[in-house]
Antibody, heavy 120, light 110 residues
């Protein structure tokens, strides 16, 4: 059974930083392309970014609204995906989901999400 | 403001069919056959229901079907059941290694 478990969310002040983690099991993580998707309090979803497997180059693509502030990385030895978020803004408040990336970008497995609240 | 436009709500009676639209542009929905649909039950993470416009993942009932014409994609739920009541989101590849979502449609089963 595929399991994705996010952690690291919480309350942070504007301008602060946070690192989210996503522990994966039930998949060959080293071969997986992974994605972060966020869901705003009003319920809209937004693609945040993707990282390829190391065998496919390990490169990342990040959405324009967060491109200069967010970084995606992975540790295949720990089966863990990361999202480093810097210079956080109130509009970054959302539930952040870790997902697998398949085909031309659909997310076939999702974690339960972790809530990030940016507020003073 | 979401990149893809969905009606905020839709409804249908038990056993009937309902179609949810997802309107984009030639840069996303109209430009690629990579439209996806997700179902989100209250308090749960989204679940993939349709990929590549009309393909169903294993385990998704064949009551769910997807289609596309021009810049608009559609999700049809036939034989509505109470458990189909949920939020539905469309998503599309938008070129340059980016993906976009719709704002979501709340489906109510009457």
């Amino acid at each position: 059974e595929v399991q994705l478990v996010e952690s690291g969310g919480g309350l942070v002040k504007p301008g602060g930083s946070l690192r989210l983690s996503c522990a994966a099991s039930g998949i060959t993580f080293s071969n997986a392309w992974m994605t972060w998707v966020r869901q705003f309090p009003g319920k809209g979803l937004e693609w945040v970014g993707r990282i390829k497997s190391k065998s496919d180059g390990g490169t990342t693509d990040i959405a324009s609204p967060v491109k200069d502030r967010f970084t995606i990385s992975r540790d295949d030895s720990k089966n863990t995906l990361y999202l480093q978020m810097n210079s956080l803004k109130t509009e970054d408040t959302a539930v952040y989901y870790c997902t697998t990336h398949s085909g031309w970008g659909y997310s076939d497995y999702w974690g339960r999400g972790t809530l990030v609240t940016v507020s003073s | 403001q979401s990149a893809l436009t969905q009606p905020p709500s839709a409804s249908g009676s038990l056993g009937q069919s309902v179609t949810i639209s997802c309107t984009g542009t030639s840069s996303d929905v109209g430009g690629y056959n990579y439209v996806f649909w997700y179902q989100q039950l209250p308090g749960k993470a989204p679940k993939l229901m349709i990929y590549d416009v009309s393909m169903r993942p294993s385990g998704v009932p064949d009551r769910f079907s997807g289609s596309k014409s021009g810049n608009m994609a559609s999700l049809t739920v036939s034989g509505l059941q109470a458990e189909d009541e949920a939020d539905y989101y469309c998503s599309s590849y938008a070129g340059s290694t980016t993906w976009v979502f719709g704002g979501g449609t709340k489906l109510t089963v009457l």
